[in-house]
């Protein structure tokens, strides 16, 4: 899992370490950043955007635009922008819309949890982590791992500030088993 806030070389790097060894290479375009390329989304078997990176993903490297209001178009329309990137899986983050994920031949909804929002900074790397930390924990299972990082995320906003938000792992535990089953 790598975010573009750091080195970009160090980025690459990790995810060309990930995929030789086998690993799940996921990448959150966080936050925008020029320097981020098409390479790295080429090594990315995952990528974790929200509206705004969505948006500079396709005028950045597609050099294409896409409507500030694309979540709201039909699903199947959707989907075809995010096969666009071509990144296997995309998991597009919506805050309080939850997050649609798009694979090579299916896509889907997550609702959000219902939530007291205090502060929404850090929700994104708290998914990115919650979705790495669902795939170990679900044996690979995609979905699961996205409503895993749905509740991580969620619950990360209930507080200020980022890594003092950060939900423990007994909170997520519970919330999500109240959530989903």
Known sequence: LVQVESNIQAARLALEKGRKSGAITILNPAPINDLLTADLLSLSD?????????????????????SDNFWTIE?????????????STVVLTLGDKGCFVSQIDTFYRVPPIKINLIDSTGAGDAFSGGLAAGLVKFSGD??????????VAGLSTQRAGTAPA???????????????F
Request: proline content about 3%.
């Open 75 to 87: 699903d199947r329309a959707l989907h075809e922008l995010c096969r666009k990137l071509t990144v």
């Open 166 to 180: 950060m939900p423990s792992c007994e909170e997520v535990r519970a919330r999500f088993e109240n959530e989903y």
């Open 142 to 151: 995609l979905k699961q791992s996205v409503k895993f990082a749905t509740v």
């Open 46 to 66: 995952v990528i974790t955007p929200n509206e705004t990176e969505f948006i500079f993903l396709f005028k950045h490297l597609l050099k294409q635009s896409v």
